[in-house]
């Protein structure tokens, strides 16, 4: 009996644990992409989100695709001033199964009048767990 019990205990932590490590994982994109942000690499930045036609990106419009979400973000931050400095923080994960994730966050950017000024707001994203690691196939943006 006891050795039953240890059995369930080690399984149930070893839930937790994984259940930290995904969430952990998927923080660390979100990391890599303010880093990229902030170098002025939207080409890195994109990175994040899984390279196909199952991704959106909803804003004041809905965005479908990848090559049509680079081409908002080439036309609304092409430039390391319009870029500014991006933070994320309020983070928190979910998950919504063994392969999938929803991400609430708030990001600030910090940029100068002339690069479009101080911006802030709110974000859901999902995420997918793929063979390159975790990937965002939604995002919802709004500030």
Known sequence: MRSLLFTIA???SAIVLSAADFRQEIISVLK???????????????LAYLPDGEITF????????????RQRYETNYGSPEKMGTL???????????PDYAL??????????????G??????????????QGWKFIH???SS
Do not use: P, Y
Not at 103 to 116: E, P
């Open 87 to 97: 933070r994320f923080d309020e983070l928190e994960v979910r998950s919504l199964g």
């Open 32 to 46: 890599q992409q303010e880093t990229a942000w902030n170098q002025g690499n939207l080409r890195e930045f994109l």
């Open 139 to 141: 995002d919802h943006t």
């Open 10 to 12: 080690l399984a149930s």
């Open 118 to 131: 101080a911006a802030s707001g709110r974000f859901t994203l999902v995420a997918k767990r793929t063979k």
């Open 103 to 116: 991400v609430l966050g708030r990001f600030q950017l910090a940029r100068t009048a002339a690069g479009g």
């Open 58 to 69: 909803v804003g004041k419009t809905v965005t479908r695709g990848m090559d049509a979400i």
